[in-house]
């Protein structure tokens, strides 16, 4: 090869490394892909209306309007999960849910296990029989008296009570409320026990066949909110919001919208 070409190419190499060298420096990494907030994981039975049910495929009630406003109070996601009532308070102590949104009555026995927020409303216990043997009975403790056999839901405040105060009835324990009612309307049981804003939206359901027996209730009870103890954080912070909101009506206005005659616990 002749020195000419020798140059040539040996100044073609030089310009290619200094290109190279010049070439942009890579852009730099964008900013941080941001830690996913984590959701507060609720625990809802979903055939207890007006507490939670299904309606058009979505879950709807009181405690899913107040889960909003809470997700809202507290910058987070809100994540329902539904159970059967008698697996609430287990997937609360194994830490599967974060806190039990379902209409939960507030009782000695239940606060060895859970800590309870501060009450969101008063409640107890009612009776829902059939219209055509109601007139019998005026109030539910007269029904239940009369009744041979009385349906439950597991677990419940109501099959404590029945089981307590009813000792020559039959109880039925089914696994959800809509069994107990199906069972009610097939004559198989005689009355059926439960939360009294159970009792009342099931009787409003059913208006020509079932009647609901309210006054005077069979129990004065509170209703709350159900959180594992010695998790303080999020049971203040849900304190702080219940007590904002009977302030400023929010607790107010969403019983009004499905209970109409209720009020908030003071």
Same mark, same amino acid.
């Given at each position: 090869?002749?020195?000419?070409? /020798? ?32 959701? #507060? ?12 049910? /299904? ?15 809470? $997700? ?6 809100? /994540?329902?999960?539904?159970?059967? &009532? ?7 102590? %194994?830490?599967?849910?974060?806190? #039990?949104?379902?209409?939960?009555? #507030? ?43 009385? $349906? ?10 029945? /089981?307590? %105060? ?10 959800? %409320?809509?069994?107990? #009612? ?41 209703? $709350? &909110? ?12 849900? %304190?702080?919001?219940?007590?904002? &909101? ?5 607790? $107010?206005?969403?019983?009004?919208? &499905?209970? =109409?005659?209720?009020? =908030?616990?003071?």
């Amino acid at each position: 090869m002749r020195s000419s070409s /020798r140059l040539v190419l040996a100044l073609a190499g030089a310009l290619f490394a200094a290109c190279s060298a010049m070439s942009p420096p890579p852009p730099p990494p964008g900013p941080p892909t941001p830690t996913p907030i984590p959701p #507060i994981r609720i625990g809802v039975t979903a055939d207890s209306p007006p507490f939670c049910f /299904r309606q058009a495929g979505r879950l709807t009630g009181i405690e899913i309007d107040l889960a909003s406003y809470l $997700g809202q109070d507290l910058g987070r996601p809100i /994540r329902a999960f539904p159970m059967a &009532w008698d697996e609430l308070i287990p997937a609360l102590v %194994n830490h599967e849910i974060d806190i #039990i949104m379902s209409g939960l009555t #507030i009782t000695r026995l239940r606060q060895l296990r859970v800590a309870f927020s501060e009450p969101y409303m008063r409640s107890g216990l009612g009776a829902l029989v059939r219209r055509s043997e109601a007139e019998r009975s005026r109030t539910p403790a007269q029904a239940l008296q009369r009744a041979l056999k009385i $349906g439950v839901t597991k677990g419940t405040v109501g099959e404590k009570y029945v /089981r307590e %105060n009813f000792r020559d009835a039959q109880v039925f324990s089914f696994a959800t %409320n809509e069994n107990a #009612i199906a069972e009610l309307e097939q004559r198989r049981v005689d009355a059926f026990v439960s939360d009294a804003p159970i009792v009342a939206w099931y009787g409003s359901l059913e208006e020509s066949q079932l009647l609901p027996l309210l006054n005077p209730l069979l129990t004065k009870d509170e209703i $709350g &909110w159900g959180f594992r103890p010695g998790e303080e954080t999020l049971r203040e912070k849900a %304190n702080a919001s219940l007590a904002r &909101w009977k302030r400023d009506h929010t607790l $107010g206005g969403v019983l009004k919208r &499905w209970l =109409p005659t209720w009020e =908030p616990a003071s």
